[in-house]
């Protein structure tokens, strides 16, 4: 192994290196509680001429549990090969990657990359406006027009592997009758009749959404991951990135992340379909729909599996459980999207 693998694996001698500017100090701060659950996500703060005043490092995560859970995803080497050979074929702006090194055997694994300070960071429980909103619309019709049914990224899988199908099929067998006891007010008639029908339907759900056309999708596309400036925005976190159909990010964030009233606010599904239109994709608005309401109907497993794990002692906890379910299962209403499973 010849790069650092952990925080306290760091030199001044080695960022000096892959930086390309003398380092003559360092110190090394964790980011925040819940940032980085599956790997190691660190603030380092640099001193020397001409080097980044700060950048941040990722790495595997020190936890057994965890890293096992992110290789069985193959999350770090998704996120590796985003910014080793997807990132910069992009126009879409994400954090600049300094360097990044990738061992298969161990799978460990380092990113140095732009730390975004002076942006707003979105938070998946305050919400958004409904012009940030319109800003990630847009937004995501550009970075998926820009692979389009690409052929590139042989490395980058469809969405639909083993792993993602047992995956949420037992995460959401396991976390249903969970969430039903903890928050009971947000389960309608309907999702109690019909939602242990999803895992049995999860098969042909990803089996029609990575048909082609597909494109490469962010995977998690939530406020959290989403960095506001004035006039643009920048994403970030790339370690669920897929081929998958365009209407997986678009989904994902319109149904679990905006405000009922933001969500309801503008025909969001035609807006990105103008977007995508406007960058040169030709592509049927119809099955865009129709796209749209599948993967809203999928999305409601990621809301299970992590409502069911939340600490309701936690407020935030409390507060992010009753947003991503809530919102995730009034957007099934709206589109009768449960229909799907009968």
């Known amino acids: 192994m010849t790069f650092p693998t952990a925080p306290d694996s760091l030199t001044t001698e080695w960022l000096s290196q892959v930086l390309g500017q003398p380092v003559e ?25 001409g080097c980044p005043k700060t950048l941040i490092a990722k790495f595997q995560s020190p936890v057994v549990e965890n890293r096992a859970v992110a290789c ?18 992009l126009t879409v702006r994400s954090p600049q990657c300094y360097h990044v090194d990738y061992d298969p055997a161990s799978r460990a694994f380092i990113l140095l990359l732009e730390d975004l300070q002076g942006y707003a960071i979105g938070d998946q429980v305050a919400g958004c406006s409904e012009r940030e909103c319109e800003q990630i619309v847009r937004t995501l019709a550009r970075f998926h027009a820009e692979t389009f049914e690409t052929q590139a990224f042989e490395t980058i899988q469809p969405h639909n592997s083993e792993a993602q199908v047992n995956g949420m099929q037992q995460g959401f067998t396991a976390g249903w009758p969970v969430v039903q006891t903890l928050f009971p007010e947000l389960i309608t008639p309907q999702a109690k009749a019909v939602a242990m029908r999803l895992p049995d339907a999860l098969p042909k759900l990803l089996s029609d959404i990575t048909r082609a056309p597909v494109c490469i999708s962010h995977g998690d596309l939530r406020l959290d991951n989403v960095f506001f400036a004035d006039d643009h925005i920048a994403l970030v976190d790339f370690q669920a990135i897929s081929k998958s159909a365009p209407e997986h ?7 679990q992340s905006p405000s009922d009233q933001v969500r309801n606010a503008r025909d969001w599904v035609a807006l ?15 099955l865009s729909r129709a796209r ?5 109907l999928y999305f409601l497993c990621y809301a299970v599996v992590i409502c069911s794990a939340l600490d309701l002692a936690n407020e935030r ?23 799907l499973l009968t």
């Open 317 to 339: 906890g409390k507060r992010l459980g009753e947003t991503l379910l809530g919102n995730a299962l009034r957007s099934i209403a709206e589109l009768d999207a449960f229909d």
């Open 272 to 286: 990105y379909h103008e977007e995508l239109s406007l960058c040169g994709v030709t592509y049927d608005i119809e």
């Open 72 to 89: 069985t995803y193959d999350m770090y080497e998704r996120e590796v090969a985003f910014y080793r050979d997807i990132a910069p074929t």
């Open 25 to 49: 100090s360092f110190s090394v701060k964790p980011l925040g509680e819940g940032v980085g659950i599956l790997g190691l996500v660190t603030r380092v703060n640099l001193v020397g001429e």
């Open 249 to 255: 990010d678009l989904a994902y964030f319109l149904t």
């Open 292 to 296: 749209y309401r599948q993967c809203a």
